[in-house]
């Protein structure tokens, strides 16, 4: 995703959403407390936060990916052209002013 609007979009809302990283830490903090309360099966913190770090990366890209979707066909309706459109537009005044 090349587009800064995009880009921006996306991140703001991961942001908003709270997944936009999840600190070792606090998945350290997270997972000592599931295996305090005997919510988690392993006993070893460690084996837990890695699973919650792999679920929150799994999480993150699905999130990522949706949202991705949704900005590009909002950006497609609203008609905001591609970088690709863009240049072709830019090279084709350049040739038109040359022209003059």
Do not use: C, Y
Not at 29 to 38: D, F, N, P, S, Y
């Amino acid at each position: 995703m090349g587009n800064k609007l995009e880009e921006g979009l996306r991140k703001g809302l991961l942001a908003g959403l709270g997944l936009a990283v999840l600190t070792k830490e606090k998945a350290q903090q997270l997972a000592r407390e599931l295996v305090k309360k005997g919510e988690a099966s392993g006993e070893n913190v460690a084996e837990v936060t890695g699973e919650i770090l792999d679920k929150a990366r799994k999480g993150k890209k699905l999130v990522e990916s949706r949202i991705e979707e949704a900005i590009r066909n909002v950006i497609e309706k609203v008609g905001v052209p591609t970088r690709q459109e863009f240049e072709n537009l830019k090279k084709s005044i350049n040739e038109l002013k040359k022209k003059k």
